[in-house]
């Protein structure tokens, strides 16, 4: 038995011995809980390939960069109490940029690249949960999700700078970034 379960049991028990009968008080048909969290994440990319030399040449710095989220919970305190239904909202900002040098060969121009990569987020998402293991205070839960990403601000920058001929290039936006994602 679960204490709470128990204890309500023996005050009605108690309620009847004593002649002052309490009514059974019912539990609410859904508990909600509210969560809210805070994290950092490390962003790092890389790229290569036989694209464009400015990208690949580019050697990427690492950032950690904070996200926030908030998020409720709705289960059954009856019937499907191990089956919880979760909504979370959060933000996420990614920061990456970098410098290269694109070496003077018959097919390339020499010239230094620099990139950066913008992007503040919100994401929200729909999980269902469902608790496999309740022992001693462990929970261990499976369930899927879906997560959408709407990039809230973005940029995606290339500087290029000639050396052979001092003329530089700005492209802004380098690439086009999509607004949303799952």
Same mark, same amino acid.
């Given at each position: 038995?679960?204490?709470?379960?128990? =204890?309500?049991?023996?005050?009605?028990?108690?309620?009847?011995? =004593?002649?002052?009968?309490?009514?059974?008080? $019912?539990?609410?048909?859904?508990?909600?809980?509210?969560?809210? !969290?805070? #994290?950092?994440?490390?962003?790092?990319?890389?790229?290569?390939?036989?694209?464009?030399?400015?990208?690949?040449?580019?050697?990427?710095?690492?950032?950690?960069?904070? #996200?926030?989220?908030? #998020?409720?919970?709705? =289960?059954?305190?009856?019937?499907?109490?191990?089956?919880?239904?979760?909504?979370?909202? !959060?933000?996420?900002? $990614?920061?990456?940029?970098?410098?290269?040098?694109?070496?003077?060969?018959?097919?390339?121009?020499?010239?230094?690249?620099? $990139?950066?990569?913008?992007?503040?987020?919100?994401?929200?998402?729909?999980?269902?949960?469902?608790?496999?293991?309740?022992?001693?205070?462990?929970?261990?839960?499976?369930?899927?999700? $879906?997560? !959408?990403?709407?990039?809230?601000?973005?940029?995606?920058?290339?500087?290029?700078?000639?050396?052979?001929? #001092?003329?530089?290039?700005?492209?802004?936006?380098?690439?086009?970034?999509?607004?949303?994602?799952?």
């Amino acid at each position: 038995y679960r204490e709470d379960d128990l =204890s309500k049991f023996l005050t009605i028990v108690d309620s009847i011995n =004593s002649g002052k009968v309490e009514a059974k008080k $019912y539990e609410k048909t859904v508990k909600v809980r509210f969560f809210a !969290g805070i #994290g950092i994440a490390y962003n790092h990319m890389r790229a290569s390939g036989s694209g464009d030399a400015s990208v690949s040449s580019v050697d990427y710095i690492g950032k950690i960069r904070p #996200g926030v989220q908030v #998020g409720i919970d709705f =289960s059954s305190p009856r019937k499907l109490q191990n089956l919880i239904i979760r909504t979370e909202l !959060g933000y996420y900002k $990614y920061l990456q940029m970098g410098n290269g040098v694109v070496e003077e060969s018959p097919v390339e121009r020499p010239r230094t690249a620099t $990139y950066q990569v913008l992007l503040l987020s919100i994401k929200p998402s729909l999980n269902l949960l469902y608790k496999l293991v309740a022992k001693n205070g462990f929970e261990f839960y499976i369930g899927a999700g $879906y997560v !959408g990403n709407f990039s809230a601000k973005s940029r995606n920058r290339m500087r290029v700078d000639y050396l052979d001929d #001092g003329s530089a290039d700005l492209w802004e936006p380098y690439l086009k970034v999509q607004s949303y994602w799952g």
